[in-house]
């Protein structure tokens, strides 16, 4: 009550921020009419000014307000688009790093302009973080022509660069690409053996567009860098064989919420059985240690099985499993899961297995972004995830006005007991619009789903738009013309992605309905009527004459502004029954514009508002109201059979809805619960991970420092000095006498590790020597040995073959250390049960294991280097073939993110040979997703590559 009381006083600490930027807001507009009257030359000449005055002392919040007062102007002539008060406030909260939740519609993509450019100012590079390779490809083609203008340089990050694109990407002013590039980028850069080959700089500045999307949803998977380990996909073909003849509840329980499945002790048995006889099972039972793995196999075919479904978690096309991102229905081609479950699911639909991975390096994106020296975003949604933001990411959200007030209604939601009511509640609202001409937009949480609706619709008399063929929106625009509804639908889901862009700016034409699987991250804006950039693309696509050209394009915009005004107009009379002995029915006037329609809740509030921020941008009328049943996902799994009970006592009868904005609340309290154990679930991985973390920065600064270093000779001595001390004094303990040595013993390793054959055992029986008399003896051998090497090959050599050796010696331990951890955290929870806490457990034996890792390092170069025989150096070390994933360790899944864009730089370290079709011998090594050499046309992997 007195919060409420003050904050109507006072305002809300958001509101008080708002209103500090402005004074600045007044400074940036009163410069205005200065900068306008510039020349181009003159407005770009600002750039070098700003430039200097930091080099003088001057720091970026100094020259923020005439910084931004020349983007402003520069965004007019190159653009035609000028800034907002509202986006100026939006750039000022992204320059103090921080989050601008600014809603749909609001030019987020020009607000960036203006952080972008004046941290761009400081030299340092700023990377501007997109959801997908189109956005990133859009966003600096659009935006680049601003940097362009102002003297600054912009590169792009997307999928299938090679090594000098990415440098010189990397290098420019600014540099726009998708996360995952970004992570893996620095993953892969930790992996090289020489500075000049790494494409990363400096972590200076980066702002997140969609951060919500990219610092919530997508960083509860790590990004992981794998090779292949052996092929075993007879093995799961022979596990999935087994799978139809296990029944559910007697051989094995299934667990939606926690999304687990467990055999039953019958189903155990059964199994057993069934390896027996087919020769799988070792020892007597699968209880047996060398049963794990066969165990681990058998747990990821019965998930794949019960808690993954065709075309809605991924869909099979051209003999693979592609994995359906949940989050916006695309399909997330390349990506795979591990731990043996896209094998189990590969083997489930009866395409060809592929091997498995193992971990050569890893982060999380939580990780990965809190290496920048300042991070910003910029989302629609972002609020209801604040405490999460600002708990891990130190990033306050800012809600930043609108530039014109949100005129959408957004209405209680429906609730009928069965999917069928529910299919047939949402037609009858969609004739309802359609008959008015009124756009409607559909939202589905799955592809599944969408296509179950777009069926219905086509049983009820509906036609699909067919985009693969030319003019497929004439008969949309001919009704439209004529006031008459044409019964047309769009499906925007993964399987139509070429066509995304043209569904979405289609989507607010008189009389359309699009059903879509999510809006998140479209990058394209519905406008009411239609889009003119989109139709003037297409339509003057084949007119060569330009007066021929402007006069269809003015022809377009006339009747896009008559199809806005028909949208406008589409609203809804409604008379409200009054309850008995209650006052005259309530006439309601419902808004035009877009209308949203939800078929279900998503387990996120999140992907609701940002289905209902499609319409209502930019000040326009719009509608959204979602449609559920007791039979949703959501529902269903949190506890809807008490509710449904509850009905049917009060007398529900089929067909009708409960609406109330009670049920509204209880929904938003399901959905916080989810929220809630998701956040646990992130922040539980990311101190795991936390404890990896500090070793991986120990491993790739110790890595860019012997990089840096022109000789490690120092290092590589003091390594076998402290092995040599350590053999010495394992053997020959301190303080007692020379009978108690483990003479033989130290001879038996000294010849082992060093290759010198030490009379050791003659020393030993020198009257009155000591161990440290032994151990400077064994150290002048071992010095000697080495300096002849040094002597025979020369000192260059030495030291280019000591750098090579300990790096490469570093990145494979570290990888089976990595291999460790990964076991070490899947066995650590059982910990638990002995009452000790398993994130503790994990912190010492991860810390032991490192040392362990460092000690083994000593032991490994110095054995390597006083064995090696050298040849000339003339061609660099050899990374091993890489694939990239993103896993998530608490539920076992691995999506393995765009592994083409791994093994793209990999084509510079394979050594370039004139390769025979006919002979594979002149093939060398043939990255998998390349072509085959054969010249079939086929990828590798599907041709002479392919597993039997």
């Known amino acids: ?350 395409v060809t297995v592929q091997p498995e991975n193992q971990t050569l390096a890893s982060i999380t994106f939580q990780n990965y972004f809190r290496m920048y020296k300042k991070l910003a975003g910029m989302t629609g949604t972002a609020l209801t995830e604040a405490d999460e933001l600002f708990d891990i990411y130190k990033l306050e959200v800012v809600e930043v006005p609108t530039n014109v007030g949100i005129g959408r209604m957004d209405e209680d939601d429906e609730v009928y007991r069965t999917q069928d009511e529910k299919h047939a509640a949402i037609l009858a609202e969609i004739e309802r619009a359609n008959a008015r001409m009124q756009p409607v937009l559909v939202g589905t949480a799955s592809i599944e789903k969408s296509e179950v609706l777009g069926e219905y619709l086509l049983k009820n008399g509906y036609k699909l738009i067919d985009f693969t063929k030319p003019k497929a929106m004439d008969k949309l625009y001919a009704a439209a013309r004529s006031g008459k509804p044409a019964k047309l639908f769009a499906v925007l889901n993964a399987r139509f992605h070429e066509q995304e862009a043209y569904i979405v700016a289609e989507a607010g034409v008189p009389g359309a309905i699009t059903i879509a699987t999510n809006m998140a991250g479209r990058g394209t804006d519905i406008k009411l009527g239609g889009s003119v950039e989109m139709r003037a693309q ?141 956040f646990d679930i992130r922040k539980n991985l990311l101190k795991y991970d936390d404890v990896q973390n500090d070793q991986r920065k120990v491993i790739f600064e110790q890595r860019v420092d012997l990089m840096q270093n022109d000789s490690v000779a120092e290092t590589v001595n003091d390594m076998r000095r402290a092995f040599v001390e350590d053999l010495v004094t394992k053997h020959v303990p301190e303080n007692q006498y020379a009978e108690q040595w483990d003479v033989a013993g130290l001879k038996e390793e000294l010849k082992r590790v060093l290759d010198l054959d030490l009379p050791v055992d003659e020393w030993a029986k020198e009257e009155g020597i000591a161990d440290e008399e032994l151990l400077n003896r064994i150290e002048q051998k071992a010095d000697e040995h080495m300096a002849a090497k040094v002597a025979q090959w020369g000192p260059d050599v030495m030291r280019y073959v000591e750098k090579t050796i300990l790096l490469q010696t570093l990145d494979h331990l570290w990888r089976e250390h990595l291999v460790m951890l990964d076991h070490l955290r899947q066995v650590i929870g059982l910990r638990g049960y002995g009452q000790r806490d398993p994130l503790q457990e994990y912190k010492a034996e991860a810390f032991n294991l490192f040392e362990a890792m460092i000690s083994n390092l000593r032991e490994a170069v110095t054995a390597q280097l006083m064995r090696v025989e050298i040849v000339p150096p003339d061609v660099q070390p050899e990374l091993p073939v890489m694939e990239a994933h993103k896993l998530d360790y608490n539920t076992g899944e691995d999506e393995m993110a765009f592994a083409n864009a791994a093994l793209a730089p990999m084509g510079q370290q394979q050594p370039a040979v004139a390769r025979d079709p006919n002979n594979q011998e002149t093939w060398g090594k043939v990255g998998r997703n390349e072509d085959c050499p054969c010249g079939s046309g086929k990828k590798f992997k599907h041709c002479h590559g392919r597993y039997a």
């Open 538 to 678: 297409i339509e003057t696509a084949e007119i060569a004459d330009e007066a021929e050209k402007a006069a269809k394009i003015a022809e377009i915009k006339a009747e896009i502004e008559r199809f806005r005004e028909i949208v406008l107009n589409a609203k809804e009379v409604v008379e409200i029954e009054p309850a008995k002995g209650s006052k005259p029915a309530k006439t309601v006037e419902k808004p035009g514009g877009l209308y949203i329609m939800g078929s279900e809740r998503h387990e996120s509030r999140r992907i609701d508002n940002q289905l209902r921020g499609r319409s209502g941008r930019q000040g326009d009328p719009g509608r959204s109201k979602f449609f559920l049943s007791l039979e949703d996902d959501l529902m269903r799994i949190f506890g809807s059979d008490r509710l449904d009970t509850m009905l049917t006592r009060l007398g529900l009868k089929e067909g009708e809805a409960i609406i109330h904005p009670w049920i509204n609340k209880a929904l938003e309290k399901a959905q916080q619960k989810v929220e809630a154990r998701n």
């Open 1 to 350: 009550m007195i919060g409420a009381l003050a904050r109507k006083f006072f305002g809300s600490a958001n509101d008080r921020r708002v209103k500090g930027y402005q004074s600045r807001v007044a400074a940036i507009n009163a410069l205005e009419p200065e900068v306008a009257a510039l020349s181009d030359d003159a407005l770009k000449a600002r750039t070098a000014e700003f430039k200097a005055q930091l080099e003088a002392g001057k720091t970026l919040d100094d020259l923020l307000v005439p910084a931004f007062a020349t983007v402003r102007e520069a965004a007019k002539r190159t653009l035609g688009q000028r800034h907002f008060d509202v986006q100026l406030i939006g750039g000022m909260v992204l320059h103090e790093g921080d989050i601008a939740e600014m809603k749909t519609g609001e030019g987020k993509t020009l607000v960036a302009t203006l952080a972008v450019y004046l941290n761009a100012l400081a030299g340092q590079g700023v990377h501007v973080v997109t959801v997908n390779d189109y956005l990133a490809k859009r966003d600096s083609g659009w935006m680049g022509q601003i940097y362009s203008f102002l003297g600054l340089t912009t590169g792009v990050i997307v999928h299938g660069l090679d090594d000098a694109e990415r440098q010189a990407a990397y290098a420019c002013d600014i540099t726009y690409g998708t996360n995952n590039e970004y992570g893996f980028d620095y993953l892969r850069d930790n992996m090289k053996y020489r500075l000049e080959d790494m494409v990363q700089r400096k972590h200076f500045y980066a702002i997140v567009d969609e951060v919500d999307s990219i610092l919530i949803d997508e960083a509860r998977t790590p990004l992981i860098i794998s090779g292949p380990l052996d092929d075993r996909s007879e093995f799961y073909n022979t596990i999935d064989t087994f799978l139809p003849k296990l029944e559910k509840v007697i051989d094995f329980e299934v667990d939606e919420k926690q999304r687990t499945v467990t055999l039953t002790e019958a189903g155990m048995e059964k199994i057993e059985t069934l390896l027996r006889d087919a020769g799988q099972l070792k020892g007597e039972t699968l209880y047996d240690v060398e049963n794990v793995s066969v165990v681990h196999h058998i747990n990821q075919a019965l998930r794949a099985h019960s808690l993954f479904n065709r075309d809605k978690d991924y869909i099979v096309r051209d003999d693979e499993v592609i994995i359906i991102d949940e989050f916006t229905g695309r399909m997330m081609q390349g990506r795979r899961y591990s731990e043996g479950l896209h094998q189990a699911l590969e083997a489930k639909e009866h």
